[in-house]
């Protein structure tokens, strides 16, 4: 196979991947673009360029509610677009495709480690899968009376591959239907979640995640949301047109995510550090854009 074919294979598995979170997606599609590279040597300088910038392109479109995937395309068409010298651009793209995938591990421990020391408690509820949150427990899980409270995370089911791997790696999990959370919500210590984005209309996470928030807000219960700098958008679009349909085409489970209000939460623990939504920097004018995203922004 050349590889544009291997791009071309790799972008149509990332796009149709609707069970996994946005970090670990991230890191697939940083891992795929450094392995076709490996795996292609040889291959034509110009093709390289064309086959990485149509990759690019392919997983905007396919998994555009993801704010680390825009910033991680955004980032590589910038780079291609930067690289006058095709000779030197596949040596470029392998060291930038590597440096995000080390960077999001790194980002992951560190946001746990900050987690640790901000979140008190033994009992947490969960909803949707997410690496944050899978790294965070798996740290902490020798806490006194620990239990991890998840929700199914219908209708994607996420929840169910992640009260799997939280069992696996030893962390007393209890997979619960979306309709029992409330029969748990009181006894918990405070209600964790993942984030496919944050942008300036709030967090962008799996559909649920707000009427779960409002409910934890009425007992009293925080709600934290852990998040690598990478899912960071700062535009609404096209995150949001792909999250809040049109009306007159919605259908029942066909949107998986939708927008929760900053100020729902407690705090936002990312790899630099706990803060809070509004403490965030959405800087627009300090963000440079590839042409390719201007024409999804329409900016």
Same mark, same amino acid.
């Given at each position: 196979?050349?590889?544009?074919?291997?791009? *071309?294979?790799?972008?149509?598995?990332?796009?149709?991947?609707?069970?996994?979170?946005?970090?670990?997606?991230?890191?697939?599609?940083?891992?795929?673009?450094?392995?076709?590279?490996?795996?292609?040597?040889?291959?034509?300088?110009?093709?390289?360029?064309?086959?990485?910038?149509?990759?690019?392109?392919?997983?905007?479109?396919?998994?555009?509610?993801?704010?680390?995937? @825009?910033?991680?395309?955004?980032?590589?068409?910038?780079?291609?677009?930067?690289?006058?010298?095709?000779?030197?651009?596949?040596?470029?793209?392998?060291?930038?495709?590597?440096?995000?995938?080390?960077?999001?591990?790194?980002?992951?421990?560190?946001?746990?480690?900050?987690?640790?020391?901000?979140?008190?408690?033994?009992?947490?509820?969960?909803?949707?899968?997410?690496?944050?949150?899978?790294?965070?427990?798996?740290?902490?899980?020798?806490?006194?009376? /620990?239990?991890?409270?998840?929700?199914?995370?219908?209708?994607?089911?996420?929840?169910?591959?992640?009260?799997?791997?939280?069992?696996?790696?030893?962390?007393?999990?209890?997979?619960?239907?979306?309709?029992? +959370?409330?029969?748990?919500?009181?006894?918990?210590? +405070?209600?964790?979640?993942?984030?496919?984005?944050?942008?300036?209309?709030?967090?962008?996470?799996?559909?649920?995640?707000?009427? @779960?928030?409002? +409910?934890?807000?009425?007992?009293?219960?925080?709600?934290?949301?852990?998040?690598?700098?990478?899912?960071?958008?700062?535009?609404?679009?096209?995150?949001?047109? *792909?999250?809040?349909?049109?009306?007159?085409?919605?259908?029942?489970?066909?949107?998986? /995510?939708?927008?929760?209000?900053?100020?729902?939460?407690?705090?936002?623990?990312?790899?630099?550090?706990?803060?809070?939504?509004?403490?965030?920097?959405?800087?627009?004018?300090?963000?440079?854009?590839?042409?390719?995203?201007?024409?999804?922004?329409?900016?």
């Amino acid at each position: 196979m050349s590889i544009s074919k291997d791009l *071309n294979v790799y972008a149509k598995t990332i796009s149709e991947d609707m069970e996994h979170g946005a970090s670990h997606i991230l890191k697939v599609a940083a891992g795929s673009l450094h392995t076709a590279l490996l795996k292609n040597p040889k291959a034509d300088p110009v093709e390289v360029r064309g086959a990485a910038k149509e990759y690019a392109i392919r997983m905007i479109h396919g998994q555009r509610q993801m704010a680390c995937v @825009l910033n991680f395309c955004n980032n590589l068409l910038l780079a291609i677009d930067g690289t006058k010298d095709d000779a030197s651009l596949p040596k470029e793209l392998r060291d930038y495709s590597l440096k995000v995938s080390n960077g999001s591990t790194d980002a992951l421990s560190k946001i746990a480690v900050h987690s640790d020391e901000a979140i008190s408690g033994s009992v947490f509820m969960t909803h949707s899968r997410s690496s944050t949150l899978f790294t965070f427990l798996t740290r902490i899980k020798g806490r006194k009376d /620990f239990i991890v409270f998840t929700t199914t995370s219908r209708p994607g089911s996420e929840g169910k591959l992640l009260s799997g791997e939280l069992s696996v790696a030893g962390v007393r999990s209890v997979l619960i239907e979306d309709s029992e +959370a409330m029969m748990h919500m009181a006894g918990v210590s +405070a209600l964790l979640v993942g984030a496919d984005a944050i942008i300036p209309g709030g967090v962008v996470n799996k559909a649920g995640t707000h009427m @779960l928030a409002l +409910a934890a807000r009425e007992l009293g219960i925080p709600v934290y949301c852990l998040a690598e700098r990478m899912k960071i958008w700062p535009f609404d679009e096209p995150i949001l047109s *792909n999250v809040r349909p049109e009306p007159h085409k919605a259908r029942i489970g066909e949107t998986l /995510f939708e927008v929760i209000p900053g100020s729902l939460f407690e705090m936002i623990v990312l790899e630099t550090g706990p803060t809070t939504f509004s403490s965030i920097s959405l800087d627009r004018k300090e963000f440079d854009i590839a042409p390719e995203i201007r024409n999804l922004l329409k900016i």
